[in-house]
């Protein structure tokens, strides 16, 4: 098999080669990405916890509750523990870095989510430190954190009134599996509260969202109920919720984001296969006459149908290369993007390297086989004179 | 006369065009020697090209026996077919018909993959056909670097590749300037001479046809005449 031929012809429109696995491997790379991003949306969804309910604004997400109502809501018979959350929304060094910063009620934290453990550290010193923060093992990758050392950012919901910046001490390290992000940082609410109370920054008692964690044998929808009861006539009304509701909905109020993924994805890997059918086929078409010519010299039908073919594939499979290796590569950036903007989860999974993969297979296949079918078809004579 | 190396006994060969059937070949008769070297003429349409074709096993007679070299071709399926052409025949066509994308080496290498050689001795063999047609010193350039003779000279290379018994040549001059004509037709000569290729030309030009030992002519699908014995020292003498 002159498998030689195969690079001499790819070599012969350089370009036109080089357009056709590059647009392939942007279909292959979007296709990887995208999935993963659904992958990323719906994961807090599939981690969300049976045991955990959260309450927040009935208006909307981003309109604070009061810290007031954290004792209320602990009473309510059901609720075992309860705790605080409310974005701090800073940045470390430059605005670009950008990730999720909690305040909590720190002493509560590994209750309601026993799913994260500390990997570094000391969680006595978190407990007792007021500045004290926990990072997550991938955020500590990234910027090179360890325990002791101490952090500085920058606020933009929170800014210092002296113009300054925050403060943090790294006591450890945690990891968690979704819906807790491995990119967050978690401190002390009262660290923020203490800080507003003593002027330092613009703050009003109030948190994003509170997470409870119902007892076990708890009705869970009578505790739904009850909370929100509270607050049926109050200025700030609830929206309680199971926490997999609260994260499809979460999901969902960027609009039906998987479906038009998945719609995209489909469109723009369409009309990638059709370019490269399309490449094929004219590709099979200037090789009218060198076909004819090896079959005149000996080759088969079913050699020239394997050069089609494996050009073809050649084609994909180098496409597919530069798909993967370009999610692959660009993993990291997009999960810490993602992860800023509340969506953890962002991975590149073995799966989805296989599925490119199959795709790349497919595509090499589909764009492949009606050339290679003609070219094993072409009698010799016809090839030669047609393309004299 | 030596043994035949091609039998055409009662081969008809016709196609349809426009729905009229169209006998291209008309139950021909004909024998050639081994290391013949043998000019078809005739006018156009008279079946030249399709004789040429059928002996070289790239197309199917409609009836009678065709055997060359010993094989019975109309028995033979289309893989067993091709292995035959890459052993037997070597082609040389009037558009030269290189790959352009191979250098000379690489083309004449080309028919060598079919064989059980290694790289080393295709690449080797494959120089030595271009020695022998003169061109060893072009053989990493591409066809397009190449004059038209060169490019001709290049094909006979790549015909000579595999040491086939016949070469079978359409127009091979019928592109080429009289310089370059003549240089090809030395060759063949040569081929047929030295190395006894047993050669069977298709042309138009009567000056080609007077190289060859025996000028074949067709007519309307059927043998005309047949003139012997000119000897290739006489045709060699006259260039």
């Given at each position: 098999m002159p498998f030689g031929l195969i690079w001499h012809n790819l070599r012969r429109h350089w370009l036109r080669s080089a357009l056709t696995i590059g647009s392939l491997g942007i279909a292959l790379f979007l296709i990887t990405a995208l999935r993963a991003l659904v992958n990323s949306l719906e994961a807090g969804v599939r981690g969300a916890a049976g045991n955990r309910i959260v309450v927040g604004s009935d208006v909307s997400l981003w309109v604070q509750l009061p810290t007031s109502y954290q004792a209320k809501i602990a009473q309510i018979?059901?609720?075992e523990k309860l705790i605080k959350w409310q974005w701090f929304g800073a940045y470390y060094q430059?605005?670009?870095d950008l990730f999720a910063q909690w305040a909590v009620d720190k002493d509560v934290l590994f209750d309601v989510y026993p799913e994260m453990k500390l990997v570094a550290g000391s969680m006595d010193e978190f407990l007792v430190r007021r500045d004290a923060c926990l990072v997550g093992i991938e955020l500590a990758k990234t910027y090179g954190w360890k325990p002791g050392d101490t952090i500085p950012l920058l606020g933009n919901t929170y800014p210092r009134a002296d113009g300054g910046a925050w403060q943090f001490y790294c006591a450890g390290v945690y990891e968690a599996r979704?819906?807790?992000?491995?990119r967050s940082m978690f401190f002390d609410y009262a660290y923020l509260e203490q800080a507003g109370e003593a002027g330092e920054t613009m703050y009003w008692?109030?948190?994003m969202l509170y997470v409870a964690r119902t007892?076990?044998?708890?009705?869970q929808e009578a505790v739904i109920q009850a909370i929100d009861r509270l607050y049926e006539?109050?200025?700030y009304k609830t929206k309680t919720q199971p926490e997999s509701e609260f994260n499809r909905q979460f999901v969902t109020m960027v609009g039906n984001i998987p479906a038009l993924m998945a719609a995209i994805g489909g469109a723009v890997s369409f009309a990638i296969v059709m370019a490269a059918l399309n490449t094929m086929l004219m590709a099979a078409r200037e090789r009218t006459r060198d076909l004819g010519i090896m079959k005149a010299l000996g080759f088969t039908d079913g050699t020239a149908f394997a050069l089609m073919l494996v050009e073809s594939f050649a084609i994909a499979a180098a496409g597919g290369l530069i798909g993967v290796g370009t999610a692959l590569a660009t993993e990291s950036a997009i999960a810490f993007q993602l992860s800023a903007n509340?969506?953890?989860?962002y991975e590149i999974t073995p799966d989805m390297i296989m599925g490119a993969v199959a795709a790349a297979i497919a595509i090499g296949l589909v764009a492949g086989i009606v050339p290679a079918w003609r070219a094993s078809r072409l009698r010799a004579v016809e090839a030669i004179r047609a393309g004299a | 006369m030596p043994s035949p190396i091609i039998q055409v006994h009662g081969v008809t060969k016709q196609y349809q065009r426009g729905g009229e059937t169209l006998?291209?070949?008309?139950k021909l008769d004909l024998e050639m020697a081994e290391g013949g070297y043998y000019a078809l003429m005739g006018?156009?349409?008279?079946?030249k090209t399709t004789l040429l074709n059928l002996i070289g096993g790239l197309d199917h007679a409609d009836s009678g026996e065709l055997i060359v070299a010993g094989e019975d071709?109309?028995?033979?399926n289309g893989n067993d077919l091709a292995a035959w052409r890459a052993e037997t025949v070597g082609f040389v066509f009037q558009g030269f018909?290189?790959?352009?994308?191979?250098?000379a080496v690489k083309n004449v290498e080309l028919p060598l993959l079919?064989?059980?050689?290694?790289a080393r001795q295709r690449r080797e063999q494959a120089l030595r056909a271009l020695e022998l047609v003169g061109l060893a010193d072009r053989a990493n350039h591409r066809p397009k670097q190449l004059s038209g003779g060169q490019e001709q000279r290049v094909a006979i290379a790549r015909a000579l590749a595999t040491d086939p018994k016949i070469i079978l040549a359409d127009?091979?001059?019928?592109?080429?300037d009289r310089v370059s004509a003549g240089q090809v037709l030395d060759l063949l000569g040569r081929l047929n001479e030295e190395f006894k290729k047993t050669i069977l030309m298709v042309t138009h030009d009567p000056i080609a046809a007077a190289r060859s030992r025996s000028i074949v002519h067709l007519d309307k699908g059927k043998l005309g005449s047949i003139e012997h014995n000119r000897p290739l020292e006489t045709a060699a003498a006259r260039s």
């Amino acid at each position: 098999m002159p498998f030689g031929l195969i690079w001499h012809n790819l070599r012969r429109h350089w370009l036109r080669s080089a357009l056709t696995i590059g647009s392939l491997g942007i279909a292959l790379f979007l296709i990887t990405a995208l999935r993963a991003l659904v992958n990323s949306l719906e994961a807090g969804v599939r981690g969300a916890a049976g045991n955990r309910i959260v309450v927040g604004s009935d208006v909307s997400l981003w309109v604070q509750l009061p810290t007031s109502y954290q004792a209320k809501i602990a009473q309510i018979e059901g609720v075992e523990k309860l705790i605080k959350w409310q974005w701090f929304g800073a940045y470390y060094q430059t605005s670009a870095d950008l990730f999720a910063q909690w305040a909590v009620d720190k002493d509560v934290l590994f209750d309601v989510y026993p799913e994260m453990k500390l990997v570094a550290g000391s969680m006595d010193e978190f407990l007792v430190r007021r500045d004290a923060c926990l990072v997550g093992i991938e955020l500590a990758k990234t910027y090179g954190w360890k325990p002791g050392d101490t952090i500085p950012l920058l606020g933009n919901t929170y800014p210092r009134a002296d113009g300054g910046a925050w403060q943090f001490y790294c006591a450890g390290v945690y990891e968690a599996r979704l819906p807790v992000d491995n990119r967050s940082m978690f401190f002390d609410y009262a660290y923020l509260e203490q800080a507003g109370e003593a002027g330092e920054t613009m703050y009003w008692p109030g948190c994003m969202l509170y997470v409870a964690r119902t007892a076990e044998g708890a009705d869970q929808e009578a505790v739904i109920q009850a909370i929100d009861r509270l607050y049926e006539n109050g200025p700030y009304k609830t929206k309680t919720q199971p926490e997999s509701e609260f994260n499809r909905q979460f999901v969902t109020m960027v609009g039906n984001i998987p479906a038009l993924m998945a719609a995209i994805g489909g469109a723009v890997s369409f009309a990638i296969v059709m370019a490269a059918l399309n490449t094929m086929l004219m590709a099979a078409r200037e090789r009218t006459r060198d076909l004819g010519i090896m079959k005149a010299l000996g080759f088969t039908d079913g050699t020239a149908f394997a050069l089609m073919l494996v050009e073809s594939f050649a084609i994909a499979a180098a496409g597919g290369l530069i798909g993967v290796g370009t999610a692959l590569a660009t993993e990291s950036a997009i999960a810490f993007q993602l992860s800023a903007n509340l969506f953890p989860g962002y991975e590149i999974t073995p799966d989805m390297i296989m599925g490119a993969v199959a795709a790349a297979i497919a595509i090499g296949l589909v764009a492949g086989i009606v050339p290679a079918w003609r070219a094993s078809r072409l009698r010799a004579v016809e090839a030669i004179r047609a393309g004299a | 006369m030596p043994s035949p190396i091609i039998q055409v006994h009662g081969v008809t060969k016709q196609y349809q065009r426009g729905g009229e059937t169209l006998t291209v070949l008309d139950k021909l008769d004909l024998e050639m020697a081994e290391g013949g070297y043998y000019a078809l003429m005739g006018p156009s349409g008279s079946g030249k090209t399709t004789l040429l074709n059928l002996i070289g096993g790239l197309d199917h007679a409609d009836s009678g026996e065709l055997i060359v070299a010993g094989e019975d071709l109309t028995s033979l399926n289309g893989n067993d077919l091709a292995a035959w052409r890459a052993e037997t025949v070597g082609f040389v066509f009037q558009g030269f018909n290189l790959l352009p994308v191979l250098t000379a080496v690489k083309n004449v290498e080309l028919p060598l993959l079919l064989t059980p050689l290694s790289a080393r001795q295709r690449r080797e063999q494959a120089l030595r056909a271009l020695e022998l047609v003169g061109l060893a010193d072009r053989a990493n350039h591409r066809p397009k670097q190449l004059s038209g003779g060169q490019e001709q000279r290049v094909a006979i290379a790549r015909a000579l590749a595999t040491d086939p018994k016949i070469i079978l040549a359409d127009e091979p001059t019928g592109d080429l300037d009289r310089v370059s004509a003549g240089q090809v037709l030395d060759l063949l000569g040569r081929l047929n001479e030295e190395f006894k290729k047993t050669i069977l030309m298709v042309t138009h030009d009567p000056i080609a046809a007077a190289r060859s030992r025996s000028i074949v002519h067709l007519d309307k699908g059927k043998l005309g005449s047949i003139e012997h014995n000119r000897p290739l020292e006489t045709a060699a003498a006259r260039s």
